[in-house]
């Protein structure tokens, strides 16, 4: 079994604004993630930046790897189209070549689903797109999969004051693979969320349980190594 969280926590993967991005070769996957709440991309105490950085540190010849904001998604297309082309302006068989993943928490899933919307307006494929309880932001679609998305997977729990989407369709079946809607429950078995405020514990529990669940993250980490060169 692969374990890849909580490896190395000193080092945070985090939007590299300002500096270069290196441009994906060779088949490299790039892989996008989406914080939930307010909460900034290099945050270590939240799974999906520890995924980001870990993935980054195990595979550095086979992914590029970084973890934003949700509300920071001009920073992340950008990232992808420089990943894809160091001007940001990648060409049309540079677009046909991409190979992306894109995952999130919360709103951070329902951005998910945006960014890969906005890249199908740009031409450019996704491989998989993964929503953890995915909350869907004000003005956006969460629950409608774009065809230019390959495969598309979402956990979700349904107990609390905040729960997720309980299920994602795809807008043509025949572009899209819908993996599973995968239903959590921590009623019998809880996760431990020490880490996190008093009040996101106390009314929103099963909404950071299922986000700090080593089992979807193992299962989420296998999905992003099939799609590796």
């Given at each position: 079994m692969l374990l890849v969280l909580g490896l190395c926590r000193s080092m945070a993967a985090q939007p590299m604004a300002g500096k270069s991005v290196p441009v994906a070769h060779g088949g490299q996957l790039i892989v996008i993630g989406f914080m939930g709440g307010n909460i900034s991309g290099g945050n270590l105490v939240h799974r999906e930046a520890l995924v980001a950085r870990d993935l980054q540190q195990l595979y550095p010849l086979d992914v590029q790897a970084e973890v934003?904001?949700?509300?920071?998604?001009?920073?992340?297309?950008?990232?992808?189209?420089?990943?894809?082309?160091a001007k940001g302006a990648p060409s049309d068989e540079e677009k046909r070549a991409a190979r992306i993943v894109i995952y999130g928490h919360s709103w951070g899933a329902s951005e998910t689903v945006t960014l890969a919307r906005r890249l199908d307006q740009l031409g450019i494929p996704v491989l998989l797109t993964i929503q953890i309880d995915s909350v869907e932001k004000l003005n956006e679609n969460d629950g409608t999969i774009?065809?230019?998305?390959?495969?598309?997977?979402?956990?979700?729990?349904?107990?609390?004051?905040?729960?997720?989407?309980?299920?994602?369709?795809?807008?043509?079946?025949?572009q899209t693979m819908i993996l599973g809607n995968y239903e959590m429950s921590y009623r019998?078995?809880?996760?431990?969320?020490?880490?996190?405020?008093?009040?996101?514990?106390?009314?929103m529990k099963p909404h950071i349980e299922i986000e700090n669940d080593p089992a979807v993250w193992e299962r989420i980490v296998t999905l992003i190594r099939k799609q590796m060169p």
């Open positions: 934003f904001a949700n509300s920071d998604w001009k920073s992340a297309l950008q990232s992808v189209l420089r990943h894809l082309d774009p065809p230019n998305v390959h495969e598309a997977v979402n956990f979700y729990q349904s107990e609390g004051l905040l729960h997720g989407r309980s299920s994602i369709t795809a807008t043509d079946p025949k019998q078995h809880p996760i431990a969320c020490d880490d996190f405020p008093w009040f996101a514990r106390m009314f």
